[in-house]
């Protein structure tokens, strides 16, 4: 029988769009499934703040009944408007290996994109920067992190069978953690610290860290304004992310810098314990014992891998040295709570900046991620 491509508007059908996947993936060893509930929040018009500037249509291929594929056409307006383009953005994007179905998947997103303006379509992208970004490329051997996804090696070959180019590549690193901070690190960040006036701040708790969040996600902001994509954080969004990250965080592991006389916030580090064993062994339930592993890998002391979340310093700050003082504290702290490696979440194999942060740190570039792009 042939494909048919419904709509997935309602809670029932969201919700087998968000379950597609975990089942696809199920003899997987490497693919980490997503909470349902988070991600059916993510999709959710009402909760996700991201929808005061997106639209989206969902769209699920079924051939006898069955689901065989999944994608979401996504619109971002204020992208669009930084970027100059009249942008459909695809992603959420799972399938068979089948022509038919892919086909069919990506005719249905770009007709609807077509119909709204739009005159490329690029990705797979989520609604914003903080969202899963890339489709894999390199590294099918190794467990993706939670915040990045897996896909199998026939999605690259369906996705250029239609046309699609390469538009920017992502890398990500595997890194062991030192016993110790290298010496030049060490004098760096002593050399840094004082000749610009600047100090490192540790919490242990929400209320500790609370005045610099706005600053922090203003920096964000400036940080990442160059980024592929990058549109601003708005507050609604900030607020947003804060409540679905926090409590995820280890104060260990979170660095903020910040100007002495003025405490004006200058650079930030913040990881996060690996859930990815947590995941795949809770297969997206946070119930009834999903929670369980979760916590285990949140604060349980076996966990050996943290994940390098958001790292970003102040433009005007760029290129002097003011990572040393985040990896001076981070390393030890790490290394203390009994992380032995760190893997970081994906980098633009054009941000030179970033990529010579790993320099003398036996970085192993382990994963690879791309995101496409085509006229309509």
Request: net charge neutral.
């Amino acid at each position: 029988m042939s494909v048919k491509i419904v709509e997935a508007n309602d809670k029932a059908s969201k919700k087998k769009f968000v379950k597609f996947p975990i089942n696809l993936y199920k003899d997987s060893p490497y693919y980490v499934p997503p909470l349902v509930l988070d991600e059916l929040g993510t999709l959710d018009e009402k909760k996700n703040p991201a929808f005061d500037f997106c639209e989206q249509q969902l769209f699920l291929a079924y051939r006898d009944g069955k689901i065989v594929g999944r994608i979401a056409a996504i619109i971002n307006r204020t992208a669009n408007e930084v970027w100059g383009k009249d942008a459909l953005r695809f992603g959420f994007v799972d399938f068979v290996d089948d022509n038919e179905v892919v086909d069919a998947l990506f005719a249905a997103a770009e007709d609807w994109g077509r119909k709204k303006g739009m005159k490329q379509i690029q990705g797979p992208m989520g609604y914003t920067d903080l969202d899963h970004e890339g489709l894999l490329i390199h590294g099918y051997d190794r467990v993706s992190t939670m915040a990045t996804t897996y896909s199998y090696p026939y999605y690259k070959e369906q996705i250029e069978r239609l046309g699609f180019e390469k538009d920017v590549d992502w890398h990500e690193f595997y890194i062991p953690v030192p016993s110790s901070v290298p010496e030049r690190h060490q004098r760096i960040a002593k050399i840094v610290a004082e000749k610009y006036g600047l100090k490192l701040l540790k919490f242990q708790n929400l209320k500790q860290v609370t005045p610099y969040i706005d600053k922090l996600f203003n920096l964000l902001n400036r940080a990442y304004a160059p980024l592929y994509g990058f549109a601003p954080l708005t507050k609604r969004q900030i607020d947003y992310y804060v409540k679905m990250y926090v409590p995820m965080l280890r104060w260990d592991v979170v660095s903020i810098v910040v100007k002495e006389e003025t405490d004006e916030v200058v650079g930030f580090g913040i990881a996060v314990p690996s859930l990815s064993a947590a995941l795949i062994k809770s297969r997206g339930k946070l119930f009834p014992f999903g929670w369980i592993s979760l916590l285990k890998g949140l604060k349980g002391k076996s966990n050996p891998v943290v994940d390098l979340m958001l790292m970003g310093i102040a433009p005007e700050y760029q290129g002097k040295g003011v990572n040393a003082i985040i990896f001076n504290d981070f390393i030890p702290s790490a290394y203390n709570s009994g992380f032995r490696f760190a893997e970081t979440n994906p980098e633009l194999e054009v941000n030179t900046k970033i990529a010579a942060l790993w320099d003398g740190f036996d970085a192993e570039h382990h994963k690879t991620r791309r995101a496409y792009v085509k006229n309509i």
